[in-house]
């Protein structure tokens, strides 16, 4: 059987980007770094643009989507978002060739991935995140910028295969860090990040017997630690049994390919 597999690019306020792949067909999950960089760590990992399908952008902050314009005009990418996000990101305007609309608690099939669309609490126009799942059912879920783990996120994303998390900061480390106050009470917000502490409870709920591989997303170098999420994260997957094998995705370098077969 062919492995189902992601490699995070790149992971943090300054560009998100996730390759997802199976058998032939390869898809972004966001746009967030430039298209050079993209292709560089693209090739870090032996593939290429010219490889991807298709790029499923999870809302329109510059951190998610600054590259979806260059990669879907100058490459011919399509680019799925939500009809917020595209309106929000300005992707409806003549520059854009081809984008295509999904909406939370949607299902969509590019190649031999099949695609769920899950809206997500958080302050973009209309966030969401997804998960992809191959023709014997086995999933890779990623989920970032959301302020609390709603119901139905947590009910997509319960017992992935392989399941990429939000640990955006420790609240301790938020609340007597250098960001401005209004900025803090955004990010602390029900519609902003998720902490380590929030996302580890969730974590607990949302991994299964199947799930062999969970990677920490979104880690702030302002007020969080890789090596604190990791801990966070490996409590609650050791409170559940799970052995799971653990990563915590880097802003500046691409995560191995994680995977199942
Ligand atoms: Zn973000
Ligand atoms: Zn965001």
Redesign the pocket.
Known sequence: MSRLEVSFLGSGSSGNCAVVRVNGTSVLVDAGLSMKETESRLALRGSSLDAISAIFVT?E?A??AHAALDLNRRRGIPVYASRGTAVAGGFPGPLFADVRTVAGGKELTVGDLHVRVTSTP?D?AESVCYVFADAGGRRVGIVT?LGHLSRVVLEALAGCEVLGLEANHDEDLLRSGPYPPYLKKRILSAVGHLSNESAADGLKRLVGPRTGAVVALHVSRHNNTRALAERVFREALDATGSRATLAVARHDAPTEWIGVY
Do not use: N, R, T
């Open positions: 809302h902050h951190d998610h958080h973009g910028d």
